[in-house]
């Protein structure tokens, strides 16, 4: 295991200290959602410390970084969200979001066992966090629904939560959901279960998202060495390790290189 407004009428202005009467000046449009504004104050004010600390001019290019990330945050609006037509302060994204701002991440796996015994151990999503590393927890609600809560950067104060929906659920060969309204991350996938003869069953897994901070997000994930694609194939690889040999792969008491080149067991 991957929103949109129009502007409010504009304000009445107060006379200056001359009392010379302005312009009505518009109220900027609030085009950002509530999670990411968090993200981007704690972001803006990690650089601005960081560029402020390191001085010059790369230092103070950082700073003003930091310091439009602050505003972003604080105001809620994001000039080039307004220049995009985007707004991530809707409580839910449409199909559209996904195709023009979402990250679209797309793996397959072939694993040696028959797609009754995967699709079971998939339906069960509270199994997931045991084989998708970004998982903290998933919580079933009902038939359909579920809670689920992953791990992310502690700029993002460390975890992101959201309440997910199936919508297409085909024993023995697919499972689709989609999240409700009101998620930190808005995201939709598929897992669709192929049986390909005596090779096992390919394991096609399809995820959308629209990260926290749009683009921006997925920039700032991979500032975190995280990589949504490389990260799912790890989750499949795993997934073929627990179904095929039912143990979860683990470096913990192996031996561990060292600059000399002597091995260590913790």
């Not at 793996?107 to 998939?122: F, V």
């Not at 090779?199 to 901070?213: F, K, L, N, Q």
């Not at 994930?221 to 690889?237: C, T, V, Y």
Request: aromatic share 6%.
């Amino acid at each position: 295991m991957m929103t949109l407004m129009t502007s409010p009428p504009a304000s009445q202005a107060t006379p200056d200290v001359f009392s010379q009467p302005s312009p009505p000046a518009a109220q900027e449009q609030v085009n950002v959602g509530g999670g990411e504004r968090t993200i981007s104050v704690a972001a803006g004010s990690i650089l601005a410390l960081l560029g402020l600390g390191r001085g010059g001019m790369p230092g103070l290019l950082i700073a003003a970084v930091g310091g439009g990330l602050i505003y972003r945050g604080a105001s809620g609006h994001c000039p080039l969200y307004k220049a995009l037509d985007m707004d991530t302060a809707r409580d839910e994204a449409t199909p559209e979001d996904y195709f023009t701002h979402g990250i679209h991440v797309e793996q397959s796996y072939l694993i040696n066992k028959s797609p009754q015994e995967l699709y079971g151990q998939w339906r069960n999503f509270e199994n997931l966090p045991k084989i998708m590393t970004h998982l903290e927890s998933v919580s079933v609600i009902d038939e359909k629904r579920s809670h689920w809560v992953a791990k992310a950067p502690s700029i993002a104060g460390g975890k992101v939560e959201w309440d997910a929906e199936i919508i297409n659920d085909e024993p023995n060969a697919l499972i689709a959901w989609r999240s409700l309204s009101g998620a930190d991350v808005d995201n939709a996938g598929s897992v669709r279960f192929v049986d390909r003869g005596d090779r096992g069953t390919e394991v096609h897994v399809i995820i959308d998202y629209i990260p926290p901070a749009g683009r921006l997000g997925k920039w700032v994930a991979r500032l975190f060495g995280e990589e949504p694609q490389q990260q799912i194939k790890e989750d499949l690889r795993t997934f073929k390790r627990v179904m095929e040999t039912g143990e979860v792969p683990t470096i913990e008491g192996q031996p561990r290189g060292t600059c000399g080149g002597n091995g260590k067991r913790e």
